[in-house]
């Protein structure tokens, strides 16, 4: 099979394959990037997808047009203005089959092979593979507690690389959020480029703690942006409904390769996604998750402080899924996962998010387990780390 | 902005531009290729929707596995044996976003700038643009009325294309047909070649008249052929679900590209879906669908025979949505076009589906209007015909 040699570069997610192996109940994993389905909406969605069908069937089931399902477009533009004063008109929101298409949809309109691509260090891995299919040449920059190396961005900027992808609240894998200095700073740095700055917002909404802060691009006058988003972490991810805010003229070389590439996103899950909007209160709906989520973050962490060896480091998430484990040099967490998986605990370790080699740090998922799983996965992961260190 | 080349080669829908200026209701539009809404089983979505959502809600809204869901595969798989005979292991089922997603994942897997891609003349346009996207160099057979041109086709694959794409049952735009003979002898050409089939159905089961034929894949014994199948004509086009069959090799590649595009298809209606499937009666639905389009069909040729000059041609199809006109030399359907829209009838003309230049013909969709306004249509372009013909 005379196979194109792009293909040789995309690593096949190791998370997807990782949760494969993790699907017997009795593990408590850490591992994915899942979403309570404690508090899928159902019943909800169950009267939604009714009442279109009903109403509307002929609609709902046709072919539709690219741009996505204006009513749901003008929702969003208006859930901007509402929740961070940012006027999006709706003509420049583009729905996609989930934000993952957002940044297939990018790389198809910027990326021939050998293009720059900026990623924060470690990096978000749907972002690394979307690129990979298109031969990026990868560069990146430290991500810490605070934001990206400031030092580093602009180093990276001055090799002009197309496209910087960036996660600035509750970044998957790390955990961490950009403080407001260091957006302003990335703002500057970005003006004086034209580099795009593809900002990616899966997780803004899910802040259980400190002061919600503007999206990169409210400070990024002069500079190309584009913001993603995604109703995966607020409503379904199963549905596969994101978008994507972009100018005019990107925009229309957007619609042009998302044409190519699906014809449009699914208008029964836009008009059943819409129909749940309307008819339900997404601000109480997200408040119960972010409640859950921040209980869950901060059961995570004292476990951890009450459990794990000193010279173990770890994020401490204000919102989001993960946080982010770092062990002492010389410790390897794959050989911690061997250890775990033994005593039926899953996680992520930290090579997968790196594009220039592994690491000795994990991703820890606190969405998707409860409370008393949580205490007694992150008991048994000190035990595991305590042998680790013991046969160092 | 720095975008790449590959955009520049992408046409973007002629036919979905044409039919956003036919969105005024008393325009007679035989443009789009849209399935009649009239034969949308809306209620037993509604059921099914409600269904799924009621009690398994946690399941159908969360993220799920990038192949597709396995009952939905399972029943793919059993169709193909009992509608076709064909020997399917739901292993090599891959579920798309619409099947115009299988084609930008073949593309993904094989195409680099400047490899060989074979096409019919005149072809599918979904193909045209997800090829385009990818810097295929394209090449053509000339398709009539039982297949592909066989010496142009052994000419075409004697250049080693990588791909050759095409649609053998009531083929968009032209609605022919491959008979039995001309199947044989492309599996057998295909047979001693590299290069890959890519076989699109999406309108198999639309077959009014005639003797139903395996697919080029029952014959192609020894050659590498890849099956593309869809929902969208027999169930809902808005849903966007189609599969792709491949070889586990191959799958392999496809799952990796898919991952990187969208993650996975949307839960919700793969289970939707698949629900609608298992509670209701597919085949006689399509029986619904088969009779009201081959009365279309019929009510459409009776016009254009009625009244159409004598020096049109134009294809019979046995099945499907379309029908092909050839007009006089010298009579453009660009001019026929503009006639016919200040008249309030819309089509499509030929140009778009061809990859070498513009023709005189026209593609004319009969499932998407009543007889009435098929009839009354037909003789408002048979009118625009005439003055043509009187000017020429």
Known sequence: MRYSPRLA???RSYIREILKATQDPAIISFAGGLPSPDH???QA????AHAVLTENGAAVLQYSITEGYPPLREYIARRYADTLGLDVPMEQ???TTGSQQGLDLMAKVFLDPGDGVLMERPGYLGAIQAFSLFGAAFDTVDLGPTGVDLAQLEAGLAKKPKLFYAVPNFQNPSGCTYDEPTRREVARLLAGS????VEDNPYGELRFSGTPLPPLRAFAQGACTVLLGSFSKIASPGMRVGWLVADPDLMHKLVTAKQASDLHTSIFTQRVLHRFLTDNDLDAH??????AYGERCQCMLQAIRASFPEEVRYTEPEGGMFLWVQLPEGLSSERLFQKAIARKVAFVPGHP????????SLRLNFSNSTPERIEEGIHRLAEC?????ATR
């Open 9 to 11: 570069t995309v690593k």
């Open 40 to 42: 899928f909406p159902s």
């Open 45 to 48: 969605f169950a009267e939604a």
């Open 93 to 95: 929101i583009l729905i």
């Open 194 to 197: 034209d580099t795009v700055l």
């Open 286 to 291: 997200i408040a119960v998750i972010r409640k």
């Open 353 to 360: 998010f790196y594009v220039d080699g592994t690491a000795n």
């Open 385 to 389: 780390l305590k042998e680790l260190l």
